[in-house]
DNA sequence: CCGGTTGTTCAGCG
DNA sequence: GCGCTGAACAACCG
């Protein structure tokens, strides 16, 4: 379920609740219910992988985790985390982390970060990046501060695209490359939306899970990698490391 | 039917 | 206080 594009879809699948008033409240989450009752829904946003439901004074935050799903106008044979009745139907998610956000959005989130957000500003990222040069790439394109919305899929994908392998750190990728992987991890989870959305996405999977690279047939390597400790899946070949020679003083 | 995982948080330890 | 590790959560797919 849970990478930022797929956030995206379902905002957009619940565009007819927004406005309306929340009738009645259910589910096993431990926030206060009540609190919620007989508001109305001011707005939906994401920040990455947060799902975000705007009230008046409070926002209530739905994070999927791994697990996570949801449905609309229908329910799943299981208990519901948290489920909203509306006048015009009803809102359901399951398995997930629920927390209430008192403080304003925009003083918990910065909009810059989110990878498919109108605010997304490529300099911030980089200039995150390049204050930690010793990180890999397979762990800087998860850090959620820097790229928010991006996960593992999107992760591996990117680093395909721009033929960097996962242990490259951020200090040693030409800033070409570093321009590159920016740019790639917004565009990439915008061609993941799409993809989502017309349910093809796994059709354009280019090296995740896949056996044998794309570009050149040589067998992909499958490995956890990183402080993140993520599966990684990069071709040998294709995928260049770039790692600099230190001269020292 | 078992093993692995599109993710994050937190406890525990050195 | 830090960085690191592992547990916990718990559903679906192959």
């Known amino acids: 379920m849970p990478e930022g594009p797929s956030l995206v879809i379902l905002k957009n699948a619940v565009q007819m609740f927004k406005g309306q008033k929340v009738i009645a409240v259910s589910g096993n989450t431990s926030i206060d219910k009540d609190a919620i009752r007989d508001l109305e829904v001011i707005d939906f946003k994401t920040w990455g992988k947060h799902f975000l439901i705007c009230f008046k004074n409070f926002t209530v935050r739905i994070h999927l985790l791994m697990f996570g799903s949801y449905a609309i106008n229908e329910r799943k044979g299981r208990p519901e985390r948290l489920s909203l009745q509306f006048a015009n139907g009803e809102l359901n998610f399951y398995t997930c982390s629920v927390q209430v956000i008192e403080e304003p959005l925009n003083e918990v989130y910065d909009w810059a970060a989110d990878v498919l957000n109108d605010n997304w500003d490529a300099k911030a990222a980089r200039k995150k990046l390049k204050a930690q040069p010793g990180t890999l790439v397979c762990d800087a394109l998860l850090d959620q501060n820097i790229f928010a919305g991006v996960g593992n899929i999107i992760k591996n994908e990117v680093l395909f695209r721009i033929k960097v ?72 070949v294709c995928q260049i490391k770039y790692e600099c020679i230190k001269i020292s003083q």
Do not use: Q
């Open 165 to 236: 392998s996962p242990l490259t750190t951020i200090g040693d990728l030409p800033p070409r490359k570093l321009t590159e992987m920016i740019h790639e991890a917004r565009n990439y989870s915008f061609d993941f939306l799409e993809w989502k959305k017309a349910f093809e996405l796994k059709k354009h999977w280019l090296v995740y899970t896949k056996k044998i690279c794309a570009r050149d047939k040589t067998a992909i390597i499958k490995k956890h990698l990183g402080k993140t400790n993520r599966r990684s899946f990069y071709c040998p």
